[in-house]
C-alpha cells in the first residue's frame, strides 16, 4: 500500500484545462482531444451517458465498456503528463467500478435505489419473508443437522440421506428465486415505462419502494441458496 | 522514452527480455554464455564480494549458510508467515523481522526486496551490455495471487536496483499476451501457472486483441520448492534408517538437494533414474527413484491445484467445458503427472508449445513494448486477486472492492464520529476472503484526523485506489470543507518509504562502478569493431589514394584508440573513437561504391547489437 497525498483535481470543471473549450461533461475534450477530469460524484449511468433505466441490455453495456477501456486505461497513457497520467487512472477506476455494479442486474437496482435516496447501499434486510418463514425454519433445521452429522462423523448413508433432502429444498428455493427473478424484471419494465412519461414524485418513490422489498426478498433467497450451496459442497 | 524491457522475477530462476524492434518479436536476453536463465540466488563470499546467479547458486553447496534462495516466498512477508519453513534455509535470521523478513549473511543483514535488487541488478546489467545503453525502467511479473504487501515489495526491488517499475503485471496474464500475441485467438483460455513457488489459474476472455482477466485465484505458497522439499524429507528419511545417522551438513543437505531436483527433473521424460548420494564416513547411498513412485509421493501436491481452478471457473461463470483452450506455465507443469491432471480437469489436452520458463518473460517485454511505444492494438485487463475489505465493529471486515474486480478499481466510504469532539477515527485495511479481521491480510492502519464536533457532524470521504499494479493508495477529503488530507499510512508488512530511500542510497555507490563497468564494456567493444573495419579498409585498393599525411592521422588516431582501450576510461576511448570516426570520415567516403565500404557501415551498424 502506497501513501498518496492528491489525487487529480476532483473540482468540476467549467472549460478545457488544455484548450480553454467550455466543458462538455465528455470524458474527452470534443476540441482538443485531451481526457478531461472525472466530474465529482458523477454517477455511473451518467458515466456511460445511459439515462437511469434498469432494463440494460448486457451485450451493449460490454460493448460500451470496452470502447472505453481502449480510450481510458492507464495504458494509454503511459507517455503523457503526469496530470493526464492521473486522470486516465481516476478515470478507468471509475469506469470499472461503473461496470462492475451496472452489470449485475441485483446490483444495478441496489445502486439505483441509493441514488434515488430509497436506501443506503449494502442495507440489505435480513428478514424472513413472512410467508417462507416455515420453509426456512424447516430448511434451517436441516441445515444444522447435516453440519452436526458432519461433526460427528455419521455414517455415510444417513449423511447422503440428508443431503439429499437439503438438495430437494435448495431446488425448490432456487424456483423461488427464479420468481423473485422474474418479478424484479417487471418491476424494471415498470420503472422504464414510468421515467419515460416523466412521473411525479409519488409516482417514482411507490415503484422504487416496490423494488426495494422485491429486492430484499431476493437477496435473502439468494444468501440461502448460498449457504445451502456451501455446506453442500464442503 | 528509454527502451523498457520485461523482467520474470521467479522463485528459482528470473528471466529478462525486450521486443525487437525490427522484429516486433519479444526475446530473452542471453547472458555471455548463451544462458536465458538466470537462477535467482544471491551469495555473500567471506571477503564481502556478493555473488549473484549460476556461481551463487554453486556456492549453496560450499557455503550454504551464506546463501539465499527462493527469496520470493518471503517477499512481503513477516516473521509469523515463514517461521514454518525457515528450517529450509541455512541462513540466520537477524531481529527486527517481524513486519520484514532479515536475513543475515556474515556481517551483512538484507531484505528480501534487497536480495530481488540484486538479481534485477545483475539483469539489468546484462541487458545493458547487450543494448550498449543504460537501461531505467522496466515491467515486473509478479504472481497473479500476490497480494498488496507482496507487490509493494516486487516494486520496492524495482527502485532499489535502480529501475523504474513501469507496471507490475500478473504471471499468467503475461503469459497470455505472449501467447495470444502469436495465434490471434479469441476465445476463453486458461492459464495454469505453476512456477518454482507459487501457483496462478486464471481465466481470461480473448477479443480482439482485448485480454481481459475474468478472474484468478492461486496460492503464493505452492510450487516446484514443495515438492523439492518433500522429496528431501523422504530421502533424509531413507539415509537416516539405512546409516542410523541424520544429513546435518547443510552442504551435504543441499547436494541431496541438488541430487533429487535433477532426478525430478529426468523423471519428467524418463521413467526411472537412480539417486546417488556419498554419506561421510558411512559410505554411499543410491537408490532407484521409478516415475511412478514420485508421482505418489507429489499427487496431494498437485491436488492442492485443482481447489483454486474449480473456484476460479465459479468465480468467472463458466463451465470446465466452456473454456477454448488451456495454456501451461512454469518449470513445474512439466511433470507428466500435472500434464495429465490438468487435461482430466479441463477435458483438453493443454498447449506446450510454448516455453514454460521463458514465455513470462517474453509477456512481460510485450507489456514494456506496449508502454514504451504506445502500439495500441493490443490491451490487458487485469483484476485484484483478493477482497479490499476494512474493520468494522468487533473485528468484522465490510467488504468495499470484491476480489476479481477490475483494475484499476476504487471505492469511497464516508466516515464520520460517535463521540463529541472525537478527533480521529482509526481505519484498518485488509486483504481477503474471510469475515473476521483476524483471518485476513493485513494491509495497513492509518488514523483520519477529525476536526472537534458534535458526534455524527464530521463528514470525511475516504477513496481507496487500486492501481493498474494491483497496489492500494488512499486519500482522504473533509466533505464539509472540500480540502484534501493527507493520510499517513503505516503499513502493516514491508519497508518504510525511508527505509527504501537509504537502501537505494547505499546501492548508488554499487550502481555507479556498476554502470561506468557497462559503458566500459560497450565501449571497449565498439573500439573493436571499429579499428577492426578500419584497418581492413586501409589495406584495400581505394586507400593507396590517400594523401600521406591522411593515412599518418589515421594511423595515429588507430594507434591512440589501442592505448586507450586498456585504461579502463570508458570516455577517453569515447573521445579516441570519435577522432577516429573523423579521420576515417574521407576514407569512408573513398569507399562509398565498394563492397568494403558496406562491410565496414555493417561493422558500424552492427556495433548497435554487441
Redesign the interface.
Known amino acids: 500500500?502506497?501513501?498518496?497525498?492528491?489525487?487529480a483535481k476532483?473540482t468540476a470543471a467549467r472549460a478545457c484545462w488544455d484548450c480553454g473549450a467550455p466543458a462538455t461533461g465528455e470524458h474527452f475534450c470534443p476540441s482538443c482531444s485531451k481526457i478531461q477530469p472525472q466530474p465529482p460524484h458523477q454517477d455511473y449511468f451518467a458515466f456511460f451517458a445511459l439515462p437511469r433505466k434498469l432494463a440494460l441490455d448486457r451485450q451493449q453495456l460490454e460493448q460500451k465498456f470496452?470502447q472505453l477501456?481502449?480510450k481510458l486505461?492507464?495504458?494509454?497513457f503511459?507517455?503523457a503528463t503526469p496530470y493526464e497520467r492521473d486522470l486516465s487512472?481516476?478515470k478507468?477506476?471509475?469506469l470499472?467500478?461503473a461496470?462492475?455494479t451496472l452489470r449485475d442486474p441485483v446490483a444495478r437496482v441496489e445502486y439505483l435505489l441509493g441514488l434515488e435516496g430509497i436506501r443506503r447501499e449494502?442495507e440489505i434486510k435480513q428478514q424472513a419473508p413472512p410467508e417462507l418463514l416455515e420453509e426456512v425454519f424447516e430448511l434451517n433445521e436441516h441445515l444444522e443437522e447435516l453440519r452436526a452429522a458432519k461433526r460427528a462423523g455419521t455414517d455415510r448413508r444417513e449423511l447422503d440421506d440428508l443431503r439429499h433432502r437439503l438438495e430437494a429444498a435448495r431446488r425448490e428455493f432456487e424456483g423461488k428465486l427464479e420468481a423473485v427473478d422474474a418479478e424484479l424484471s417487471a418491476c424494471f419494465a415498470e420503472w422504464d415505462a414510468l421515467l419515460d412519461s416523466n412521473p411525479d414524485g409519488a409516482a417514482r418513490k411507490q415503484t422504487m419502494e416496490k423494488m426495494s422489498e422485491v429486492l430484499n426478498r431476493h437477496s435473502y433467497l439468494r444468501n440461502l441458496v448460498r449457504n445451502v450451496t456451501e455446506e453442500l459442497e464442503a | 522514452?528509454g527502451r523498457i524491457v520485461g523482467i520474470d522475477l521467479g522463485t528459482t530462476y528470473s528471466l529478462v527480455a525486450y521486443v525487437g524492434k525490427a522484429t516486433g518479436r519479444p526475446q530473452c536476453i542471453p547472458d555471455e554464455e548463451g544462458r536465458t536463465l538466470l537462477p535467482s540466488v544471491v551469495s555473500l563470499d567471506a571477503d564481502g564480494t556478493l555473488v549473484v546467479g549460476w556461481p551463487a547458486r554453486e556456492r549453496l553447496l560450499i557455503q550454504p549458510e551464506r546463501t539465499v534462495y527462493s527469496v520470493k516466498r518471503l517477499m512481503g512477508k513477516g516473521l509469523a508467515d515463514v517461521e514454518d519453513e525457515l528450517k529450509l534455509f541455512h541462513w540466520r535470521l537477524a531481529p527486527g523481522s517481524n513486519s520484514v523478513i532479515r536475513i543475515a549473511l556474515g556481517e551483512k543483514i538484507l531484505t528480501p526486496p534487497e536480495i530481488s535488487a540484486l538479481i534485477l541488478r545483475e539483469l539489468k546489467q546484462r541487458a545493458e551490455k547487450f543494448f550498449g545503453e543504460e537501461i531505467a525502467q522496466a515491467v515486473i511479473t509478479v504472481p497473479a495471487y500476490f497480494n498488496?504487501?507482496q507487490r509493494?515489495a516486487t516494486k520496492d526491488a524495482g527502485r532499489i536496483a535502480g529501475l523504474e517499475v513501469?507496471r507490475l503485471v500478473n504471471e499468467p496474464t503475461a503469459a497470455s499476451l505472449a501467447y495470444g500475441l502469436d495465434q490471434h485467438r479469441e476465445g476463453l483460455v486458461a492459464v495454469y501457472d505453476l512456477g518454482g513457488g507459487t501457483f496462478d489459474i486464471s481465466v481470461l476472455k480473448l477479443?480482439q486483441g482485448?485480454f481481459?482477466v475474468q478472474a484468478t485465484n492461486g496460492d503464493t505458497h505452492l510450487g516446484g520448492d514443495d515438492i523439492d522439499n518433500l522429496m528431501l524429507e523422504k530421502l533424509e528419511a531413507e539415509v537416516r534408517e539405512r546409516f542410523r545417522s541424520e544429513i546435518t551438513e547443510p552442504e551435504q543437505v543441499q547436494e541431496l538437494r541438488q541430487r533429487l531436483i535433477a532426478a525430478k527433473h529426468e523423471l519428467s521424460s524418463a521413467e526411472q533414474t537412480t539417486i546417488r548420494l556419498g554419506v561421510e564416513r558411512k559410505g554411499s547411498y543410491e537408490r532407484v527413484l521409478k516415475r511412478a513412485e514420485l508421482e505418489s509421493w507429489i499427487a496431494p501436491i498437485v491436488e492442492r491445484t485443482i481447489g483454486p481452478c474449480k473456484l476460479v471457473l465459479k468465480d468467472a461463470g463458466v463451465k470446465p467445458e466452456e473454456i477454448g483452450e488451456v495454456v501451461l506455465v512454469g518449470g513445474s507443469t512439466r511433470l507428466p503427472l500435472v500434464r495429465r491432471r490438468v487435461e482430466e480437469f479441463f477435458g483438453r489436452t493443454p498447449h506446450t508449445e510454448l516455453n514454460p520458463d521463458e514465455v513470462v518473460a517474453l509477456g512481460a517485454a510485450v507489456q514494456a513494448d506496449?508502454?514504451?511505444t504506445?502500439v495500441?492494438d493490443m490491451?490487458?485487463?487485469d483484476v485484484t486477486p483478493l477482497s479490499l475489505g476494512i474493520e468494522t465493529i468487533g473485528g468484522a471486515v465490510?467488504k468495499i472492492i470484491?476480489r476479481n474486480?477490475?483494475?484499476?478499481?476504487?471505492?469511497t466510504e464516508l466516515f464520520t464520529t460517535s463521540v463529541d469532539n472525537q478527533t480521529g477515527v482509526d481505519v484498518h485495511?485488509v486483504q481477503g476472503e474471510r469475515e473476521l479481521v483476524k483471518d485476513c491480510r493485513s494491509?495497513?492502519q492509518f488514523r483520519l484526523k477529525i476536526p472537534p464536533q458534535p458526534a455524527g457532524l464530521p463528514r470525511v470521504e475516504v477513496?481507496f485506489?487500486?492501481?493498474?499494479n494491483g497496489?492500494?493508495?488512499?486519500?482522504a477529503?473533509d466533505l464539509r470543507t472540500g480540502e484534501?488530507q493527507?493520510?499517513?499510512?503505516k503499513?502493516s508488512y514491508g519497508l518504510t518509504?525511508e527505509e527504501v530511500e537509504r537502501m537505494i542510497l547505499e546501492s548508488i555507490e554499487y550502481a555507479e562502478a556498476d554502470f561506468q563497468q557497462v559503458q566500459l564494456i560497450a565501449a571497449r567493444t565498439e573500439a573493436e569493431n571499429l579499428l577492426r573495419a578500419t584497418e581492413k579498409a586501409l589495406v584495400e585498393e581505394q586507400a593507396k589514394q590517400l594523401a600521406p599525411e591522411e593515412r599518418k592521422r589515421i594511423e595515429r588516431v588507430v594507434a591512440a584508440v589501442k592505448e586507450a582501450v586498456p585504461t579502463g576510461d570508458y570516455k577517453l576511448i569515447r573521445e579516441r573513437l570519435e577522432e577516429l570516426n573523423q579521420a576515417t570520415y574521407h576514407l569512408a567516403e573513398m569507399l562509398m561504391d565498394t563492397a568494403v565500404q558496406a562491410a565496414l557501415k555493417g561493422k558500424r551498424a552492427d556495433e548497435v547489437k554487441l
Not at chain 1, 500500500?1 to 489525487?7: I, K, P, Q, R, V
Not at chain 1, 486505461?73 to 494509454?76: G, L, M, Q, R
Not at chain 2, 493527507?486 to 499510512?489: D, F, H, K, L
Request: charged share 15%; net charge negative.
Open positions: 500500500m502506497t501513501e498518496s497525498t492528491a489525487s476532483t470496452h477501456s481502449w486505461h492507464p495504458d494509454n503511459s507517455t487512472l481516476e478507468a477506476a471509475v470499472n467500478d461496470y462492475r449494502g | 522514452m498488496d504487501a509493494q513501469l477479443q482485448l481481459e506496449i508502454l514504451a504506445g495500441r490491451l490487458l485487463l465490510a470484491p474486480s477490475t483494475i484499476p478499481a476504487s471505492a485495511v494491509l495497513a477513496k485506489l487500486i492501481d493498474a497496489i492500494l493508495s488512499v486519500t477529503s484534501q493527507s493520510v499517513e499510512v503499513p518509504d
